[in-house]
């Protein structure tokens, strides 16, 4: 029972205040603005999970999460069905896949009607990555989730098993990998015990997400997709599981596809391009020399030097890291951040322009500094080209630098740069399907901790074979908050959840009451007659 | 059913000594139950205060406790029952009594308390003044901080800018936040105030146009 006050009253709904927060509820007879009520759960109209509509004529970019669940169920409950384990794959067409000693796919069960629109007969005989990569692929082919607009794609994947977790865990980590469809997506892995796979079919939600909420309140259970759009949700994922994250260079080309969709001048989108092809630069490096340690270990492996093991395991650490702390760019969160969100007002872009100068001007200083030999012969000319045009504005950006934060991302070079050079430019599939109807901005609540990530200097220099050059790079923190500010205007109209009417009862009127005593008087007639006087 | 034995050992022990406080807790735990009856027959919402016909039912309920019998079925069918009879004997007499009078005046026993007309007023300015920025009360409903500790953070960030005059001319100027402003006197993150500008820019205008009332609630 709440507490109220009625704010305002709505065709379908009325809005009230109660205990600092707004809530929708049926429509009675007799509300009046400003009346203090009482109302219970039932009165209240569930929102759609906070789901929004833009205006048209927004631009409308969107943040998606899709999800996949994989969940490996308990033994005990397997072992009577002569299964090793089960896996469940949810992105949103839940799949259970039953799996034997060898992670073979021995049978699956669709666990919802969106995953009778897939064709899982072949699922039978596959081995789990394959299954994965199928599902995956399926849904991607159906339309449940599309990897190339702007919206990010998630996969959980929850273990639910006495024995085989790790197992599957690798596996997992094995596909991500290696498969060229789930490297387009984030994958969350976690863990379930039996109990939850049991409430997660009966309550119809995914079991990843029953998996990761016990603790939480249950009302705040959602789809996969509204879950990793809520910062603290995933905050809390990560507490019971951890969340491999789509490959920088597939975000990059996703986020460069849809800049065309910021109503920007030329020279903007190409200051825009420029800074996310370096970005994308540094990780083709970092990704190549992760490929070289790993032969490198390899080869220790087999050679028995212990100390060449130990020195390759460390590089492949470090890199990872690198690759990591690249990947957390605060830079490319603000411009996600941006597309997603925002009504690009002339001062928005303004802004975004200011902080992608000083972007380039740091990407700029980098390249003095390092005696970079080759490396990134292409993007030099990029950079000149934009620095020229704007360089009377950088002054103007210098005073407030008690706000900046130092990312020190490594620029490693190694021989194979050469490689990744010709690869990367941007030649990628540029249909994208912008959507329009469908625009989730629901960034309830971010943790502080998150602006503080920034500073995880690695230090690659025990890497045996291959030299660094350790780069200070991206001073952009002042900017940073600059173009937020100017994204918060955004007029977000909600979507209407579509709540049924309520139906009102009419007034009492006398004959009515009098027919309503008669006949409850025939039920509890023994106390009534003592009681009544 | 063990659940329901439980209850109904509540109520032998309550039988046993109207005056313990089991009582007392017993009844709370059961208001929604009486609230839901009394919003059911009447077809209305149930005012916090003074309302007669939320008394009546109460008043019932505790009949209900004392008269129950549990070999006849189960309480809470007998305690809806009692309440519901009660409350059209309540609505028959009132009736009666105002039967020549203006029907409204009969139906809403707590019309025009002068709180709530203030009430009002104030929540029709607050609409105004929100409506400058864009924002529905409707708005609020999604937009609202759903966890208890961010809907008190962003509350003190939002009290903090109403004292802070420079911010909020920026935001009556430009009509938005001055976020990076914020962030940095305040020292929060971006992404708090951005995430819930307009539930801020609400608390803010309950502030500085000193809705009392309102505030009460926020």
Redesign the interface.
């Known amino acids: 029972?709440m507490?109220?006050?009625i704010?305002?009253m709505?065709e379908t709904h009325a809005?009230v205040?109660?205990?600092?927060?707004?809530?929708?509820?049926k429509l009675?007879?007799?509300?009046?603005?400003?009346?203090?009520?009482?109302?219970?759960?039932?009165?209240m109209i569930q929102?759609q999970g906070?789901r929004?509509k833009m205006k048209s004529g927004y631009k409308k970019i969107t943040a998606i999460a899709a999800s996949l669940l994989v969940l490996v169920t308990s033994s005990l409950m397997m072992n009577q069905k002569g299964y090793a384990s089960a896996v469940v794959v949810d992105i949103n067409p839940s799949i259970q896949l039953n799996l034997n000693d060898d992670e073979i796919v021995e049978d699956f069960i669709a666990l919802n009607d969106d995953a009778n629109r897939l064709e899982l007969e072949q699922l039978t005989g596959m081995s789990l990555a394959q299954a994965l990569e199928y599902v995956t692929q399926s849904a991607v082919d159906n339309g449940f989730i599309d990897p190339e607009d702007l919206e990010d794609d998630y996969i959980i994947i929850t273990a639910v098993s006495e024995k085989e977790k790790k197992d599957i865990e690798t596996i997992v980590k094995q596909v991500k990998k290696e498969s060229d469809v789930l490297k387009t997506v984030n994958i969350a892995y976690t863990e379930a015990s039996m109990d939850q796979v049991e409430e997660a079919k009966e309550k119809n939600e995914p079991v990843g997400l029953i998996a990761v909420s016990e603790n939480a309140d249950d009302s705040?259970i959602l789809t996969v997709k509204t879950f990793f759009e809520d910062?603290?949700a995933k905050l809390r994922f990560l507490e019971k599981g951890i969340i491999l994250k789509e490959n920088l260079d597939h975000e990059i080309d996703r986020l460069q596809n849809n800049l065309e969709s910021l109503e920007l001048t030329e020279e903007e989108t190409e200051t825009l391009n420029a800074a996310l092809a370096y970005t994308k630069e540094e990780y083709s490096a970092l990704v190549d020399q992760l490929k070289i340690a790993t032969d490198q270990y390899q080869v220790a492996l087999e050679s028995g030097d212990e100390a060449a093991i130990k020195a390759a395991q460390e590089t492949i650490e470090s890199l990872e890291d690198s690759i990591d702390s690249l990947s957390d760019d605060d830079n490319l969160e603000l411009l996600k951040?941006l597309l997603e969100d925002t009504e690009m007002d002339e001062e928005a872009i303004e802004d975004l322009i200011d902080s992608l100068d000083d972007l380039i001007d740091d990407i700029d200083v980098d390249e003095d500094d390092s005696d970079d030999e080759d490396d990134s012969d292409d993007d030099e000319d990029d950079l000149d080209d934009v620095d020229d045009s704007d360089d009377d504005e950088d002054d103007s950006d210098d005073e407030n630098d008690s706000?900046d934060k130092d990312d020190s991302d490594d620029d490693d070079d190694s021989d194979d740069d050469d490689d990744s050079d010709d690869e990367d430019d941007s030649d990628y599939d540029s249909d994208y399907d912008s959507d329009d109807d469908e625009d989730d901005s629901?960034?309830?609540?971010?943790?502080?901790e998150?602006?503080t990530d920034d500073s995880d200097a690695v230090d690659t220099d025990e890497a045996n074979a291959i030299d660094t050059d350790e780069v200070n790079a991206v001073d952009t923190g002042?900017a940073?908050?600059?173009v937020?500010?100017?994204?918060?205007?955004d007029?977000?109209e909600?979507d209407d959840s579509d709540e049924e009417e309520d139906d009102?009862?009419?007034?009492?009127d006398?004959s009515d009451?009098?027919e309503?005593?008669s006949d409850?008087e025939e039920?509890?007639s023994?106390?009534?007659d003592?009681?009544n006087d | 059913m063990r659940l329901q034995s439980n209850r109904d050992q509540i109520i032998t022990e309550i039988q046993k000594d109207i005056h313990s406080r089991t009582f007392e807790d017993f009844v709370n735990s059961y208001?929604?139950l009486i609230?839901?009856t009394v919003?059911?027959r009447?077809?209305?919402?149930?005012?916090?205060?003074n309302d007669d016909a939320?008394s009546v039912a109460l008043e019932a309920f505790c009949?209900a406790i004392q008269?129950y019998?549990m070999s006849?079925?189960s309480f809470i069918a007998?305690a809806k029952?009692?309440m519901?009879?009660r409350l059209?004997d309540f609505?028959?007499k009132k009736?009666l009594v105002y039967e020549n009078i203006d029907?409204n005046l009969i139906?809403?026993p707590?019309m025009a308390f002068d709180?709530?007309?203030a009430?009002?007023?104030?929540?029709?300015l607050l609409?105004q003044e929100l409506q400058q920025f864009?924002i529905?009360?409707?708005?609020?409903?999604?937009?609202?901080?759903?966890?208890e500790d961010?809907?008190?953070r962003t509350?003190i960030i939002a009290v903090k800018t109403s004292d802070e005059n420079d911010l909020v001319n920026h935001l009556y100027k430009?009509?938005?936040?001055?976020?990076?402003e914020m962030?940095?006197r305040f020292m929060?993150?971006?992404?708090?105030i951005?995430?819930?500008?307009s539930y801020i820019i609400s608390i803010i205008l309950i502030c500085i146009k000193k809705l009392g009332l309102?505030k009460a609630?926020?």
């Open positions: 029972m507490e109220g006050i704010m305002k709505y809005v205040l109660s205990e600092k927060k707004y809530y929708r509820i009675k007879n007799k509300m009046r603005q400003g009346q203090n009520i009482l109302f219970a759960e039932n009165d929102s906070g929004k705040e910062e603290n951040d706000d629901d960034d309830d609540e971010d943790d502080p998150d602006d002042e940073n908050t600059d937020t500010e100017e994204s918060d205007t007029d977000i909600e009102s009862d009419e007034e009492e006398d009451e009098e309503d005593d409850e039920d509890h023994d106390e009534d003592s009681d | 208001q929604p609230l839901a919003s059911d009447l077809g209305r919402y149930v005012n916090k205060n939320y009949e008269k019998d006849k079925g007998f029952l009692v519901t009879r059209n609505i028959y009736q029907e139906v809403d707590s709180d709530e007309l009430l009002k007023e104030e929540i029709q609409d864009g529905e009360f409707d708005d609020l409903v999604n937009e609202s901080p759903k966890h961010t809907r008190h509350k430009k009509k938005r936040l001055p976020v990076t962030c940095r929060t993150t971006r992404k708090i951005y995430g819930n500008k309102i609630f926020i």
